[in-house]
């Protein structure tokens, strides 16, 4: 239980890796190493699937990133619709990994380019829910 | 293994017929097409996405429907590719020896649900852990191809409205498709916006409907048909389904990529032997990456092979000329089955105003979901 608060509408509610929500509380973004072949998972997972070992231990992020991809979602879900347009990206982690993620709503869509630096920070979402989203570098450094 | 029958219900809003009464016109038109005795059909696989379906488990009642109880029949759910994979599930059963002649049945009645279910259900078309919680649709995913594609090649809104311009003005010659009239580009540009770049006319639309492949083994092949269309390449492979698990620039789909290879090597072909291809055009900007995963043209190249019109009837490879999904309408367990049914008439020569000119070798492409499956499929005369 507790996963629910993950996103800003959360379907799923029971998982392994539920603890994410404890270091997105403290502002924190966190991956799971696996201790046998080091590979490191973003989201994070509970196993393996390279050496199938279960024993992983969590890092944290810094959440540098790049954009790969977006699009400006005006069509929505039901659950979405009072927030729409909004903006979903794509962006590669400096670690190599990728993640999905909504854009900062404050950054201005069309100065939006595959390419560009940007920077993964967690946000606490409307009720308890909390996520991470892709944030401009500039509005990060001086906070909100 | 060949086709030996092949059968298709009007695709469409059928607010006049049940999901079972869909999949007996399409298995009904098949058994007059192959002119087979149905007693001699020995097992069903029955194809949709089945979360779309208000019976659940349908192939129960589907086979029922059409007279096939006792012999074997299950469900095959590869969301939008199901019944290309129930084609691949046909060829293990018959290669097996299991089975002699089967029928594949695709269908899906997606109209009686209302437009908040359905906005629901493509809410969850991702990974629902991690990337529908921000709200994903269908159309996002694909539109994030195609930012990527224009942003990388200088691609434009304007080569995506061709496609669709291309595939309605076919559709309007089909009278199986859902939408009977051309558009312009203008009108495509401007249709109001989805998910950006795509915009409503550069999307396919939900319908209902069925189609039905007969299948059988060579020996009854050779005593049953004089006109058998032979299954000579088959490929099918696995994406992961999260965006983030994909690796590259986001303007190719690895996963079609794959799937041709192995359809490829299958039926020893290269991309130039190909008469006729029948794509994935669930969104413009699809078609464009299939022609250049599935060989047709180089990275890229995909708008100018379209500006060139060389993928019209006519061109050196004809694409979608039934309409594609774009014009059809899009009931996602029979789309795959719908390609294959064309592909069939195409080569039997019996497309009458799309008739391909001598065509040989038929190839389908179709991508399950948000890209996880992807099966390309080739046909010999």
């Known amino acids: 239980m507790g996963f629910e608060k993950f996103g800003k509408f959360g379907y799923v509610s029971q998982t392994k890796v539920a603890s994410i929500i404890s270091f997105l509380e403290k502002d924190q973004l966190p991956a799971t190493c696996c201790r046998k072949c080091k590979t490191l998972h973003f989201p994070p997972r509970a196993d393996c699937q390279h050496c199938r070992s279960n024993s992983l231990d969590w890092v944290l992020l810094e959440g540098n990133c790049t954009l790969v991809t977006f699009t400006e979602v005006h069509f929505a879900p039901p659950q979405f619709q009072a927030e729409a347009p909004y903006v979903l990206g794509l962006a590669e982690l400096n670690e190599s990994l990728r993640v999905f993620a909504p854009v900062d709503p404050k950054l201005d869509r069309k100065m939006l380019k595959s390419g560009m630096k940007l920077v993964l920070r967690v946000t606490h979402g409307a009720g308890d829910s909390l996520f991470y989203q892709l944030e401009s570098v500039k509005l990060s450094r001086t906070g909100k | 293994m060949a086709i030996i029958g092949v059968g298709h219900s009007k695709f469409g809003k059928r607010s006049d017929a049940s999901l079972r009464e869909l999949a007996f016109e399409a298995y009904n038109d098949a058994i007059n097409d192959a002119e087979v005795e149905p007693s001699k059909i020995d097992g069903s696989v029955v194809c949709s996405a089945t979360h779309y379906d208000k019976?659940?488990?349908?192939?129960?009642?589907?086979?029922?429907?059409?007279?096939?109880?006792?012999?074997?029949?299950?469900?095959?759910?590869?969301?939008?590719?199901?019944?290309?994979?129930?084609?691949?599930?046909?060829?293990?059963?018959?290669?097996?020896?299991?089975?002699?002649?089967?029928?594949?049945?695709?269908?899906?009645?997606?109209?009686?649900?209302?437009?908040?279910?359905?906005?629901?259900?493509?809410?969850?078309?991702g990974d629902v852990m991690w990337e529908s919680p921000f709200g994903t649709t269908m159309p996002a995913y694909y539109a994030m191809y195609a930012t990527a594609h224009m942003s990388r090649y200088g691609t434009t809104e304007e080569d995506m409205a061709l496609v669709t311009v291309k595939n309605r003005k076919y559709g309007s010659k089909n009278p199986n498709a859902m939408f009977q009239k051309p558009v312009t580009v203008e009108e495509v540009l401007k249709s109001r916006m989805v998910s950006s770049p795509l915009k409503l006319f550069d999307c396919c639309a939900n319908a209902d409907g069925a189609a039905c492949l007969i299948v059988a083994n060579s020996e009854k092949t050779k005593k049953l048909s004089d006109r058998p269309v032979w299954v000579a390449g088959l490929g099918l492979a696995s994406s992961p389904m999260a965006l983030a698990g994909r690796r590259g620039p986001m303007t190719t789909f690895e996963?079609?990529?794959?799937?041709?290879?192995?359809?490829?090597?299958?039926?020893?072909?290269?991309?130039?032997?190909?008469?006729?291809?029948?794509?994935?055009?669930?969104?413009?900007?699809?078609?464009?990456?299939?022609?250049?995963?599935?060989?047709?043209?180089?990275?890229?190249?995909?708008?100018?092979?379209?500006?060139?019109?060389?993928?019209e009837l006519g061109g050196s490879i004809p694409v979608n000329v039934d309409g594609g999904l774009l014009a059809k309408g899009h009931p996602v367990g029979a789309t795959g089955a719908s390609q294959l049914f064309t592909l069939v008439k195409q080569l039997r020569g019996e497309a009458r105003d799309l008739q391909v000119d001598r065509a040989k070798i038929g190839l389908a492409q179709n991508i399950g979901g948000i890209g996880m499956y992807a099966v390309v499929t080739v046909l010999k005369a």
């Open chain 2, 255 to 311: 996963v079609s990529k794959n799937a041709a290879k192995a359809a490829y090597e299958m039926a020893r072909i290269k991309p130039a032997d190909v008469d006729l291809a029948e794509v994935h055009d669930s969104f413009s900007m699809t078609e464009i990456l299939n022609y250049e995963d599935l060989g047709f043209t180089k990275p890229g190249r995909g708008p100018k092979l379209l500006r060139k019109h060389e993928t």
């Open chain 2, 55 to 125: 019976q659940r488990s349908p192939a129960g009642v589907v086979a029922e429907y059409l007279g096939l109880n006792p012999e074997p029949t299950f469900n095959v759910e590869a969301a939008c590719a199901s019944s290309a994979v129930g084609l691949r599930t046909a060829w293990a059963l018959i290669s097996s020896g299991l089975h002699d002649i089967v029928a594949v049945v695709g269908v899906q009645k997606m109209t009686e649900l209302s437009s908040e279910e359905i906005q629901e259900l493509m809410g969850r078309a």
